[in-house]
């Protein structure tokens, strides 16, 4: 991990740290991800199936899993397992259910009310990655949501293992959160299936999920392509920021950044600290927690890119972060509340010492799917909202609109848009009559 | 306009009615815009005035709008306009206003706190375009919620006229909006300006307004690049749809087709009625009224790809554009609210008879910025959030932590992510010890 000052650092320096270089799309992946897009789109299930035999090297019958596979999950996932599915469950429905907004209604003048209405996304496509391990948290944070906002149809994709079998925590998850359709294909043969449609797999309206990058890239391309689907947020390998003062433990600094690097070589751990001895001390930390680590060759090559700075202050600190906006904060300083209000850009934040992000990834309430690549300036995480969408409606009385009218006719009238008066001023002459 | 009934359409048919084949996305532009944002992020402002002197015919020396220019237009804007201007501004912000949430804190568990900040976007950019006429109502609908929202830097970047100029109801809307950062570029120069940044216009957070061809694909472009810049949303060309009954009058109706119709020859109008001796009045009435109007060439094109289908109930109308999901759809049925909460997919609803849909494209209150191509199916809207983004937070105590360590534990045990259960196990046994 390399050592910066703020102090002797020069912008553009730092500009180059903060610049995200791994998100940059591969061209040869793009054109490979644009032919199987082509293909499902031409071919559907056969494409489907095909591709499933190339990628994931199983040759499948079905992509539908059976409702008899998924309440058979049950009986496998071990007791403690349920229990702790069943706290995360309870505690990310409450804080997603605390976010249901109230409709409104107002009238912006005498006789012309304008109100909105909140409704569910009808269908949507979630998709769980696969891999080494079986990545259920996803499910969680993708079916809790979706089922609070009202869905009318959810549909979730995940590819088999060599087996040809979907993972049993995932049909387990899927199951209690209530998720009755799931299919047996991933990569991006699954977001082509669900942007299009198949034989088998509906079109959706919003496709939601993380992926490997060939997912991404299909994502990226569907929404770009003017066809109607929408996707959550773009995606970049998963950050990390801690701020940390005298006060915080380096053991537990260590640890948080630890836990970030295992998720992947192109993760991004970056420490702010007002003292250097505790860079020092967290960086000893590191090296003695990595040791007994499965996924320690991961978290080595992610931590070879990242970097620790010295900064003056937390109000330093906090500049710097909101001029990165990471994905996850985490603020080990005294008194982390004092900050909260400066905090301008991050995806979520983790306060104090006994917060660490693997709580938020797993059962503290919030979302664990969250902008990267910088995108927390502008991109919130998921919510409830991200399954819901507004419609605006407006009724005017006849006195309503004559209230109105000669503010629509003189606008319409510069814009030089004839027809759109005419329709207040036909309506007004009917009036009269 | 062509004439269907849906006792009578096939699905196939309907399907390809509802296609909006129209948005699919010319090769030969996508290249020239990627041209354009690779010269722009490369060259900087030079590439901008080499552009503006080649699409926009006019040589400039500087880009800023200054502030003695702004103030002027003042004095060119008549009193009746302003008037006009000062209505929509107060009924806009009314509406916009009503929109602000609550932010929310939940104690998911004993010691587990979330809790979410809403906080506005810092640097926005504005794409108002020119052409024909100065469309300063588009000022209004993006201008006043940034303002709203407090969105630190708004910038505004419009096309020069071929003096040079920008208009000057645009300068007057932008100025008593509160938008003092007005730059004279137009196309998708001025969308790779706001996404990169050049010498003189600051890389925005995200990119709002509407456009023509080139101005969206560059949109879609540089939203798709990854590159940390998001955008309002997908555009396409503008669509009402009309619900009618017996009940309705055929010249409200015709006025509402042709007030969408005058905004481009792709423009999409249909109306579905159920009374088919409305439809025949409808089309006399379209064309006694088309016959005046400055734009009727444009309106004839547009309507010579729209259609009128016969249906045979209300309910069944209501499905029909759920299924087509359009950006603006007029109810002139009796009783328009009985039907409100079956309106499924649409981004703004105009209720009753004295309802037109240029209320809302002006004045009423809503914005009109909205879902077009179907994305009403899982896109709202402009509104307040548009230019907000959530962050959110988790506090635990020591006490907390320990109420949720074995849930997080054991999952990220499950999903093999040691070095996530680490952060917890180590942190507890600093509290025993």
Known sequence: ?????????????????????????????????????????????????????????????????????????????????????????????????????????????????????????????????????????????????????????????????????????????AQVCGIREIYTVGG??????????????????????????????????????????AIDMPAGPSEVLVIADSSANPAFIASDLLSQAEHGPDSQTILITTDSSLMTMVKKEISKQIVTLPRREIAMQSLQKSFLFLANSIDESIVLSNRYAPEHLILQVRNPEKWVNKIRNAGSVFLGRWSPESVGDYASGTNHTLPTSGYARSVSGLSLESFQKTITFQKLTKKGLSNIASAVIEMADSEKLEAHGNAVKIRLLSQKS
């Open 1 to 173: 991990m390399k050592t910066y000052s703020i102090n002797s650092i020069g912008q553009e320096k730092l500009d180059r740290l903060f610049g995200r270089a791994s998100c940059k799309r591969n061209r040869g992946i793009t054109s490979l991800v644009k032919k199987i897009l082509r293909n499902v789109q031409k071919s559907g299930d056969k494409a489907l199936f095909a591709y499933t035999e190339q990628f994931d090297c199983c040759r499948l019958n079905n992509i539908c899993v059976q409702r008899s596979e998924t309440a058979g999950s049950a009986k496998i996932i071990p007791q403690a397992l349920k229990r702790a599915i069943g706290r995360a469950i309870l505690n990310i429905s409450a804080f997603h259910k605390a976010q249901k907004r109230k409709e409104i209604s107002v009238a912006t003048m005498p006789g012309v009310k304008c109100f909105q209405k909140i409704l569910p996304i009808d269908t949507v496509g979630l998709y769980v990655p696969g891999g080494t391990a079986p990545l259920f948290s996803t499910v969680l944070m993708l079916a809790i949501p979706a089922k609070l906002a009202g869905c009318t149809r959810i549909i979730l994709c995940t590819p088999p293992g060599k087996d040809g079998a979907v993972a049993s925590e995932i049909l387990y998850v």
């Open 188 to 229: 991006a043969q699954a977001i082509a299936a669900m942007a299009y449609g198949t034989e088998t797999i509906p079109k959706v309206d919003k496709i939601f999920g993380p992926g490997n990058q060939f997912v991404t890239a299909a994502k990226m391309i569907v929404a770009s392509e003017n066809s109607g689907v």
